[in-house]
């Protein structure tokens, strides 16, 4: 269990199962993650030194969250889902089970990422010496289920990326993304409008 102290008086914030790790240290210099207000870490999950949280944090069982990353308030991070670190996410994000978030992502607020949807951040895998960079996820975005973003790509607000779609280029704001390699379409009437996270 967190607190904060006032006046002495210990005052509980967030909850965290006993078999749930929250503080991993990974250097001499790393400090203890911040976690705001009325979270839920659950059995298995392991939260990083150098981590910041908001408010309304939950996660399901074995989830990862990975040193130098920021949280906003209200985030799910599901169960089994990676956040690998180097990473900043907004506010209202739900990351669904199996999701895999790699270091150097943005992603924005009022953002879905469905069941095992996958970002990268290398474009050529241990073949070739280059920077990484993940993905970024403008605010509104919807990933659907077993969706792939490769490196690089800026998916644009209120963009709605199919289940099982391959996302190789930007997403214009407002459009659906559907196929591998996904192309792009008008947004549906019916997938118009915000997330509602």
Same mark, same amino acid.
């Given at each position: 269990?967190?607190?904060?102290?006032?006046?002495?008086?210990?005052?509980?914030?967030?909850?965290?199962?006993?078999?749930?790790?929250?503080? *991993?240290?990974?250097?001499?210099?790393?400090?203890?993650?911040?976690?705001?207000?009325?979270?839920?870490?659950?059995?298995?999950?392991? &939260? *990083?030194?150098?981590?910041? &949280?908001?408010?309304?944090?939950?996660?399901?069982?074995?989830?990862?969250?990975?040193?130098?990353?920021?949280?906003?308030?209200?985030?799910?991070?599901?169960?089994?889902?990676?956040?690998?670190?180097?990473?900043? &996410?907004?506010?209202?994000?739900?990351?669904?089970?199996?999701?895999?978030?790699?270091?150097?992502?943005?992603?924005?607020?009022?953002?879905?990422?469905?069941?095992?949807?996958?970002?990268?951040?290398?474009?050529?895998?241990?073949?070739?010496?280059?920077?990484?960079?993940?993905?970024?996820?403008?605010?509104?975005?919807?990933?659907?289920?077993?969706?792939?973003?490769?490196?690089?790509?800026?998916?644009?607000?209120?963009?709605?990326?199919?289940?099982?779609?391959?996302?190789?280029?930007?997403?214009?704001?407002?459009?659906?993304?559907?196929?591998?390699?996904?192309?792009?379409?008008?947004?549906?009437?019916?997938?118009?409008?915000?997330?509602?996270?």
């Amino acid at each position: 269990m967190g607190d904060d102290t006032t006046d002495g008086t210990a005052l509980e914030r967030w909850t965290a199962d006993e078999t749930a790790v929250v503080g *991993y240290s990974y250097s001499d210099e790393s400090t203890p993650p911040v976690i705001g207000g009325e979270g839920t870490i659950r059995a298995g999950t392991i &939260i *990083y030194d150098d981590v910041v &949280i908001g408010d309304g944090f939950a996660t399901g069982h074995h989830a990862l969250v990975r040193e130098l990353t920021e949280l906003g308030d209200d985030v799910l991070v599901g169960t089994n889902a990676v956040i690998d670190g180097r990473t900043t &996410i907004g506010s209202h994000v739900s990351l669904q089970t199996g999701v895999y978030v790699p270091s150097h992502t943005e992603i924005g607020d009022n953002v879905f990422c469905g069941p095992h949807a996958v970002l990268t951040n290398d474009p050529y895998p241990i073949r070739q010496e280059v920077d990484l960079a993940g993905p970024t996820l403008a605010d509104g975005v919807s990933i659907g289920a077993n969706a792939t973003v490769l490196p690089g790509v800026t998916v644009g607000e209120g963009a709605f990326v199919a289940a099982g779609a391959v996302v190789t280029e930007d997403v214009p704001p407002a459009t659906l993304a559907v196929g591998a390699p996904a192309t792009h379409r008008d947004l549906p009437a019916e997938l118009r409008g915000a997330n509602n996270i």
